[in-house]
């Protein structure tokens, strides 16, 4: 199978990305809701940065690219420690509140 090539914008605005350190994540039955929240310490409450809606499947290539692309660093840097102090809720949601 030929590869395909995709001509993709990225604009300065965008490029420039924005910082999160909690993501929620919610569903229905068609739609996934990737909300990026950043939070400061000692703080409750946070401002969404950016919101990604997806399907399902779009959802799902999402999970394998991450996980592809965790164990591709992993392999090269070592393996990521999740303990330590947690400050803020973990990074998935479950199906919280968008």
């Not at 703080?43 to 692309?69: D, F, H």
Request: charged letters at 20%.
């Amino acid at each position: 199978m030929e590869e395909q090539k995709i001509d993709i914008n990225l604009t300065d605005e965008v490029a420039q990305g924005h910082y999160s350190n909690l993501a929620i994540i919610t569903h229905s039955d068609n739609e996934f809701i990737l909300d990026f929240v950043q939070m400061m310490p000692g703080v409750n409450k946070g401002q969404v940065r950016s919101r990604v809606i997806m399907t399902p499947k779009n959802a799902k290539r999402l999970l394998r690219a991450l996980t592809e692309n965790l164990g591709a660093y992993e392999s090269k840097m070592g393996v990521i420690d999740e303990g330590g102090p947690q400050g803020f809720p973990p990074l998935t949601g479950g199906q919280g509140l968008a």
